[in-house]
């Protein structure tokens, strides 16, 4: 039972035709990269993240807790898991759908992220502020259905196992 619910997750659904697949691989890819590079460094305070205030790596590391504590509720008891987990879906989550691997799994932790995003971060600022989750929730949503494509990891690894 358990199997066949991995392989449920795992094996993507391929277009027709090559091209495809290949042409729906560009968001997955582009949204990977954006979400582990330039979303996800600054809540863990990289060196490469856009925040430049003259704070040391570990002071700059420690303000998304307290973004994440103001939204009440759950978020105040627990912020420093759910702050790590936001990030955590963004950095690991983003550099595996750009690989293409446990594609669903990980389409699944990112939209969970973008909407506490949406909704408890950015709502207050308008719509501007929040086309970036937007964003990222549909492609979000289109790779927890259709999974990676045939250019990706979950693909090979279910092409070996399947025959």
Same mark, same amino acid.
């Not at 990030?87 to 506490?116: H, K, N, Y």
């Given at each position: 039972m358990i199997i066949n619910l991995i392989k449920r997750i795992t094996i993507p659904i391929n277009m027709p035709l090559i091209w495809q697949d290949l042409i729906l691989t560009i968001p997955r890819i582009v949204c990977g990269i954006l979400l582990s590079v330039s979303f996800s460094a600054p809540k863990f305070g990289l060196p490469w993240s856009p925040v430049d205030n003259n704070l040391g790596l570990f002071e700059v590391a420690f303000w998304f807790p307290n973004d994440v504590a103001e939204y009440g509720g759950v978020f105040a008891i627990f912020p420093g898991f759910f702050a790590w987990m936001g *990030? =955590? $879906?963004? *950095?690991? /989550? /983003?550099?595996?759908? %750009?690989? /293409? #691997? @446990?594609?669903?799994? =990980? $389409? #699944?932790?990112?939209?969970?992220?973008?909407?506490?995003?949406? #909704? %408890? @971060?950015? #709502? @207050? $600022?308008g719509m501007w502020n929040m086309l970036p989750a937007m964003g990222f929730l549909w492609v979000g949503i289109f790779y927890v259905i259709t999974g990676s494509g045939r250019f990706g990891l979950d693909y090979l690894i279910c092409k070996k196992y399947t025959k």
């Open positions: *990030a =955590f $879906s963004e *950095a690991v /989550g /983003g550099i595996f759908l %750009l690989l /293409g #691997f @446990q594609t669903r799994l =990980f $389409s #699944f932790l990112i939209i969970c992220t973008m909407l506490v995003a949406m #909704f %408890l @971060q950015q #709502f @207050q $600022s």
